[in-house]
Nanobody, 121 residues
Framework: QVQLVESGGGLVQAGGSLRLSCAVS????????PGWYRQGPGNKRELVAG???????NYADAVQGRFTIFRDNAKNTVYMQMKSLKPEDTGVYYC???????????????WGQGTQVTVSS
């Protein structure tokens, strides 16, 4: 049973910072292309930052230079440092990854339950 658990969300003033964490637990052999997605009020879920399968990071234009995604493979945890937060960054942030439970098994897609980030003006 694989679980992704996000933490670190909260209420912050514009210009502030938050660090989100996504801890992956369960039967894990490999974690591919982890990423953070955001769903703002009335909006569809969109990619904010992520790793490609080759390990390259990519960012949405709106967060480039302000957000940084990084991972600790030893802890099976993916982080996203968010700085200079803006009210438009408000939303529920979800962690997603393709996870292979055993060697040779085709990885499956998993999502966390989401963590709320609210940026006040």
């Amino acid at each position: 049973q694989v679980q992704l658990v996000e933490s670190g969300g909260g209420l912050v003033q514009a210009g502030g910072s938050l660090r989100l964490s996504c801890a992956v637990s369960g039967s894990i052999f490999s974690i591919f292309a982890p990423g953070w997605y955001r769903q703002g009020p009335g909006n569809k879920r969109e990619l904010v930052a992520g790793f490609t399968r080759s390990g390259v990071t990519n960012y949405a234009d709106a967060v480039q230079g302000r957000f940084t995604i990084f991972r600790d493979n030893a802890k099976n945890t993916v982080y996203m440092q968010m700085k200079s937060l803006k009210p438009e960054d408000t939303g529920v942030y979800y962690c997603r990854a393709d996870i292979g439970p055993r060697s040779g098994w085709h990885p499956a897609e998993y999502w966390g339950q989401g963590t709320q980030v609210t940026v006040s003006s």
